[in-house]
């Protein structure tokens, strides 16, 4: 299918759930990520800052940027200015500086941010444990913070087969959501987000409650590395 088709696929399996669609361009070239925008998706995902910034140069400015992938704190300043979302906050530092970017930039609106829960089996992937997330929340330094919104939480599954498995990660994310959400932003409904599920799980992380999937060669076909900048 094309890339359009793909795009009106998952429009229509996501029709009537509250789940979100973020197309993934991690190493896709312009004129793919042209194609689904012309299709009428608005928001995309980039893992790599690098990417990021220089496709933000040449599309159209009224689409809504994801960062997913693991961002070091001397990067922050490369987006800050107009990254929607940042869902790979894995800690307090990092969530720090995102703030003090925020505000040197004086953004009139807050950069939405994602606390990265470490679901997975695997030592690779980066993500805070729940109780360091709900500690990042009970800080003074969070309190005193009024560039960022935290909207939810995120999670990479472990990349594996075993359909019991992935449901027991994407259940381990959702009760860290249900917690935070209950000790923390019961009053708040910014705070809404279950980012979970990518191309190869997504259907399995949709059942289990996921409000944002990543789906990249699902939409725009197989990775080609020689895009990918240095």
Sequence with gaps: ?????????FDEQLRDTSCRLVA?????????????????????????V?????????LPHDIAWHLIGHLQTNKVKYIAEFIDTIQSVDSL???????????????????????????????????MSCEEAEALLQSEEYRQMNYIRITGVMGIATNTDNEQQL???????????????????????????????????????LEEGSTIIRVGSGIFG???YSNTSR
């Design 1 to 9: 299918m094309s890339i359009k088709d793909n795009i009106l696929y």
């Design 24 to 48: 993934v361009t991690k190493t896709h070239p312009v004129e793919k990520i042209k194609e689904a925008y012309d299709a009428g998706h608005r928001l995309f995902g980039e893992n790599r």
């Design 50 to 58: 690098q990417e990021l910034v220089e496709k933000y140069a040449l």
């Design 93 to 127: 530092k990092l969530l720090v500086e995102i703030n003090r970017r925020a505000e040197m930039y004086g953004r009139t609106l807050p950069i939405n941010c994602m606390l990265q829960i470490a679901i997975a089996d695997e030592e690779t992937k980066y993500g």
């Design 167 to 205: 449901r027991e990660e994407f259940r381990q994310l959702r009760g860290c959501f249900d917690y935070l959400k209950a000790k923390f932003f019961r009053a708040n409904d910014d705070f809404k987000e279950i980012s979970m599920g990518m191309t190869s799980d997504w259907q399995l992380a």
């Design 222 to 224: 197989q990775r080609d």
